[in-house]
């Protein structure tokens, strides 16, 4: 008995919470509400106000005054439910209660106009539906419906405890419409708050989507680096053991510490396999990352290195595309990191280009300075039809985060003929550096006061056919132009690049992102 108690007393206090208030409940952005503007809702007032006024002094025979007193209090609690619903409600009930029990005294005593509509007159009646109308749609379900029972309790006592004499009730119907507008109105409600809850859990999806994506590239570029960093634990291991055979006479000190050293070296690299061994069993198909399952990727298969880069360029051209290559300076050594991320940077790039410019031409250009790397894969627009890809959608992000690790940065933009361009800057030795002004920088070429290596060359690509059709353009060729662009839409807008599709459509202006910067909203790749 105790826990029901406690179960009933809490009931009764949110009731309480509820129904006990002035609280302020504006109306809600609603369709249907934007077509029933306050206005209105003031006009179904006024109305219920002179419906009133003729019903209490004509029909009751309270007097003019009385009646006009009440009959502004019932239109008063439409107005007022626009704002303050729970008042309103409690409003419209007392002013009904006061006007009901006046009647009855000039039912009772003859005075009334013989069955007179009680205890619910017709302005009355309307005026209440409105305001539960109001107030369901702003309070919650349970509070609608104590509001619902208890204007059902009121009209029971009334008409069947107390009663009249000589009156038409009222009671059934003004129950059965009041029940009926709760329902609409909390119906109504319902299906918002459904709306407004899918709004954010779509929110919430897209964010963890965004969130999974970037966390599966830089789980997929922490594997590939672990790979290095083993190779070169490795190495230490196999110098200390091999440097006291390289001295004569080599103290037991120096002995002692190169021991030490390789012990250390070993355990680490025992470390390193296990985190490996984890990172790797996320994707059986693929343990080392190297690309999608079926690829034939075989567990021992070193990092690929910018050696490489020749043999992914003859795959790219088997494949279909035709891809001329420059190199420009001469080649520094490299820490394997950074090799590994340009190789990933152009094979991403190439694929991309594969997959959604078939058969384009492809220019690659990679160029050593004093300062770093700077890669730039640039793809004339699709000279066949661009079909949907599956692609998971990791591209462009891959190549941002293996940028940034490094200190370097990623801008991918589209070219006025339709193509695609892709350049990247990476650090000589992995890490950003104070810029050296005293250091010779190639010119930019998309002019030549500017010497930032990393600035994209123009956004232009001419292939010779391309000339010849800026030559004798026309407006059949000036559609083709817009039919690449739009066929570069599916390019820049699939898996989730929402904000590239933005620049498909500005018709010769150059649109940049610098995938180095913060990731904005509803960015994917290419």
């Known amino acids: 008995m105790n826990g029901v108690g406690e179960w009933l007393t809490a009931r009764l206090r949110v009731l309480r919470d509820d129904l006990w208030t002035t609280r302020a409940a504006p109306l809600p952005s609603f369709v249907w509400l934007r077509r029933l503007p306050h206005v209105h809702v003031v006009l179904v007032a006024v109305g219920i106000t002179l419906g009133g006024v003729d019903q209490i002094a004509d029909e009751y025979r309270q007097g003019t005054n009385y009646g006009l007193l009440c009959a502004a209090a019932q239109g008063g609690a439409v107005a007022l439910a626009l704002w303050r619903p729970v008042l309103a409600w409690w409003l419209s009930m007392t002013v009904t209660v006061v006007v009901a029990m006046g009647a009855r005294s000039q039912l009772l005593s003859g005075q009334a106009e013989p069955y007179a509509s009680w205890p619910w007159g017709g302005a009355g009646l309307i005026a209440h539906a409105m305001v539960l109308l109001l107030l369901s749609l702003r309070v919650p379900t349970r509070a609608s419906v104590a509001a619902l029972v208890l204007t059902a309790l009121v009209t029971y006592v009334m008409e069947g405890l107390i009663g009249a004499a000589d009156y038409a009730p009222t009671g059934p119907v003004a129950v059965i419409v009041f029940a009926a507008v709760v329902l609409v109105g909390s119906s109504l409600r319902g299906r918002r708050e459904a709306r407004r809850q899918l709004v954010e ?156 410019a078939p058969g384009s031409q492809v220019r690659v250009e990679v160029t050593h300075h004093g300062h770093g790397l700077y890669l730039e894969v640039v793809n004339s627009r699709p000279r066949a039809p661009v079909s949907s890809s599956p692609g998971a959608g990791h591209g462009l992000l891959g190549m941002r985060e293996r940028a940034v690790m490094l200190g370097g940065h990623v801008s991918a933009r589209p070219t006025l003929h339709g193509g695609f361009a892709v350049s990247a800057f990476l650090p000589r030795e992995g890490a950003a550096t104070p810029r050296d002004d005293s250091d010779a920088l190639p010119a930019s070429r998309s002019g030549e006061d500017s010497a930032d290596p990393a600035t994209p060359e123009g956004l232009e690509l001419v292939f010779p056919d391309d000339r010849d059709d800026r030559d004798d353009r026309d407006d059949s060729d000036d559609r083709d132009d817009r039919g690449g662009m739009n066929g570069m839409n599916g390019m820049n807008g699939m898996n989730g690049m929402n904000g590239m599709n933005g620049m498909n459509g500005m018709n010769g202006t150059d649109a940049v992102h610098d995938a180095g910067a913060p990731t904005p909203t509803g960015e994917g790749t290419r």
């Open 201 to 356: 859990q779509t929110g919430i999806t897209a964010e963890e989507r965004a969130r999974r994506t970037l966390l599966e590239e830089r789980n997929r570029i922490a594997r590939e680096l672990h790979d290095v960093v083993a190779h070169h634990m490795s190495v230490i291991s196999i110098q200390a053991q091999v440097a006291p055979h390289l001295v004569e006479n080599p103290s037991e000190e120096l002995k002692e510490n190169l021991a030490g050293i390789r012990k250390n070296a070993l355990e680490a690299l025992a470390e390193l396999r296990r985190v490996l061994g984890v990172l790797r069993s996320e994707n059986p198909e693929d343990p080392y990352g190297l690309g999608a399952a079926g690829t034939g990727a075989a567990p021992d298969t070193p990092q690929p290195t910018l050696d490489r880069l020749d043999a992914l360029m003859e795959n790219t051209r088997a494949a279909g595309l035709e891809v001329v290559a420059t190199v420009e300076g001469e080649a520094p050594v490299y820490p394997p990191g950074v090799q590994l991320s340009a190789y990933r940077i152009v094979q991403e790039a190439l694929s991309n280009a594969l997959r959604h």
